[in-house]
Structures are given as C-alpha cells and as structure tokens.
C-alpha cells in the first residue's frame, strides 16, 4: 500500500469518527432537550397541583368557618327555642313546686360537702323538654350557726349570682331553679358550722 493509499484511509476514517461525534453530540443535545422538557413538565403539574391542594385547603377553611358559625347559630336558636317553650309552660301551667306532683325521675348531677367557706367545682344542667333542677341542702352546727351560700351561673366570661341563702342553726331545705347552663355554688360564710352538703338533682321527664 503506497503512501497515498495510506492519506485516503486516513481521511476516510477520520470523516467517520468526525460524523460519529457529530451524530453522539445531536443525539445528547436532543436528549438533554427531551428530558428538560419533561422535567419542565413536571415541574409545571406539580406547581399546578400545589395550587389545587392550596385552593381546596382555602375552601376547606372557609366552609369549616361556615360551619361553626352555622353550629353557633343552631345552639343559639335551639336555646331560644327551649327558652320559648319554657316560658310557654310557666305561663300555661303555673304551680307551687314544693307541693307539684312531679311527673320524671330525679338524677343527682352533682354532691358537694364540707366543712367551711369554699367553692364549689362547676356543675352543668342541661335542657331536657322543661328544665328544672333543685338544691337539696343542709349542714349542722351550733348554736351560732350562720351558714350562707350563692349559686353563680357562668354566662361566657360572666359570672351571675342567681340566688343567695342566709340560714339560721340547723337550718336545711330544697331550692327549685328554672335555669340550664353551667354552674357553681359559693359557700362564702359558715360560722360555727360543723358540717354541710348539697345534693344537685334534675329532673328527667317521663
């Protein structure tokens, strides 16, 4: 093989390795550009789907703020409601309590006892058909007993005393109340007082 046989395969073979990297060089380009794209693509449904979850979390928060401020509107009605029909019964069938006929069962919510001033955990009475619910108190002492007590109804941040009993020595008696909610009791004097208890019931109608 002469030299310019030799040039002519050198030439040739150099063309091909030149097309080769070419064809390699367009063929990574074009698959860089394919995966770009792709990622691009991803990047955009995930972007879009970030924006869904952000709207449905927006609506979710706006319809749970619906929602309590319809449940608020429901207790308040329920209770204007219960208030209504209370009153409708007190108007149409007035009585004297300590001498009614009660027509339910009694259940103690609540036994409180003692020995001194203090106050009372909260109690709740809640509203069955008509709301009634008593105090059944007592205490022991001397003969300069003095016994005295409050019962506070808690209204929001309210407190609001609704009754108050002074008691003389050896004193004792059921209290009658027309109120649902929540309540404490506030022993706020026991001179020579050996012993008290209060029993809260209310009434379940049957």
Request: no cysteine.
């Amino acid at each position: 093989m002469n030299g310019l046989e030799k040039k002519g395969i050198g030439k040739v073979g150099l063309s091909g390795l030149l097309l080769i990297i070419s064809i390699l060089m367009i063929t990574n380009v074009w698959v860089y550009t394919h995966l770009q794209n792709q990622i691009n693509t991803i990047t955009n449904q995930k972007d879009s789907v970030q924006s869904q979850v952000m709207d449905l979390q927006s609506q979710l928060d706006s319809k749970s703020v619906e929602m309590t401020d319809l449940q608020s509107q429901i207790d308040k009605l329920k209770k204007l409601r219960d208030l209504v029909l209370n009153e409708i019964f007190w108007l149409t069938d007035p009585f004297d309590p300590f001498n009614y006929e009660w027509s339910g069962e009694w259940n103690v919510v609540a036994t409180f006892e003692g020995t001194g001033e203090t106050t009372t955990e909260t109690f709740h009475i809640s509203y069955p058909s008509k709301n009634i619910w008593r105090l059944n108190w007592s205490f022991t002492g001397g003969e300069q007993a003095y016994f005295a007590f409050r019962v506070i109804q808690v209204v929001g941040s309210e407190e609001l005393g609704i009754y108050n009993i002074h008691a003389g020595p050896h004193e004792g008696r059921t209290s009658y109340f027309f109120q649902e909610g929540y309540f404490f009791i506030e022993i706020f004097h026991a001179e020579d007082v050996y012993t008290w208890k209060m029993v809260v019931e209310q009434l379940e109608w049957s």
